[in-house]
């Protein structure tokens, strides 16, 4: 059995719920939380703590929230940890904290290191139409997700995977993954390697980044709905009124429309890329709810326009 080590953790969505579940799971005393502050959720802005602080919270766990860690540095200082642990907290960790710990801080992160170092590395490994992805365990530096790594764990991206159901597959997996890497710190058979190959860069994904561009390959095209689904959500306009894409799936055997037309068949809403077609299969249009795109088609006038842009 490894020596328990006293632990912080750090952490805010629920990405990093499975992980935070497998420390307190474990042999290891996690002695406080580190969380966002409280934010405003819904249509009624109901101020709502993070997933991470509501857990805490049910165990008995000491919470700290903060937007910045180094507005929080005494604090956790004074904690004596052995061990800080860093999942999707949504800030960067900064000298004298980086070594406040005796064994400093580790990362779960989200893709294959050196490859999409930043805030959105599911997303934009989707997006760009890779193939795999997985997760990586490193030692915090402070260079922005470049420190040697424990552990790496590589995962396939399936066609019709969205950034919410890797990220969902990848939290589960890397929290194992990280309770692991943990216990070899604890028992001192960790064992770090310096990170090779050429970096790239995921940083936080904007509003805008979920426009759809029609003119693109209907794989390209896919991989962006898919990378930017459920968040920050694709879109295109029709008459210059917003309508979200929720839910694609690809249109086999269709005959090609020209980019960004829209047409029904067989039932299907089509939409036309450079290439093949794709099927919208939900969709929300301006102001409702969400619904089956071909239950919003047969709704529409005859005469309403028909190209997405």
Do not use: C
């Not at 020596?3 to 042999?27: C, M, N, Q, T, Y």
């Not at 004596?80 to 860093?86: R, T």
């Not at 943990?182 to 390697?193: C, H, L, M, N």
């Amino acid at each position: 059995m490894p020596v328990p080590l006293r632990l912080i953790f750090a952490g805010s969505p629920a990405a990093a719920v499975p992980s935070l579940e497998a420390l307190i799971a474990g042999p290891h005393d996690v002695v406080a939380v580190v969380t966002r502050e409280d934010s405003p959720q819904g249509r009624k802005r109901v101020l709502t703590p993070t997933p991470v602080a509501e857990l805490a919270e049910r165990e008995g766990i000491p919470v700290i929230r903060a937007n910045r860690l180094g507005s929080v540095t005494e604090q956790l200082t004074a904690l004596d940890a052995d061990l800080g642990v860093i999942v999707a907290y949504g800030g960067l960790i900064r000298e004298p904290l980086l070594h406040a710990p005796r064994h400093g801080w580790i990362n779960l992160h989200f893709s294959l290191l050196p490859k999409w170092r930043g805030a959105a590395p599911v997303q934009r490994a989707i997006m760009a139409g890779d193939t795999t992805t997985g997760t990586a365990v490193f030692q915090l530096v402070e260079e922005l997700d470049a420190g040697p790594v424990f552990a790496v764990d590589e995962v396939p991206i399936t066609p019709l995977q969205t950034a919410g159901n890797v990220l969902e597959a990848l939290a589960l997996s890397g929290a194992r993954q990280l309770a692991t890497v943990v216990d070899d710190i604890a028992s001192g058979r960790a064992q770090a390697t310096e990170q090779s190959g050429e970096p790239s860069a995921a940083p936080k994904l904007r509003l805008e980044d979920g426009r759809i561009d029609w003119n693109r390959s209907a794989e390209l095209v896919s991989a962006h709905i898919r990378g930017v689904t459920p968040e920050p959500g694709a879109f295109t306009e029709i008459g210059g009124d917003r309508l979200k894409v929720l839910e694609i799936a690809p249109a086999r055997d269709a005959v090609r429309f020209a980019p960004g037309e829209l047409a029904s068949v067989d039932s299907a809403v089509l939409a036309g890329t450079a290439t093949d077609p794709i099927e919208l299969v939900r969709i929300q249009p301006a102001g409702r709810k969400p619904m089956r795109a071909a239950d919003w088609w047969r709704g529409r006038p005859v005469d309403a326009e028909a190209v997405a842009s």
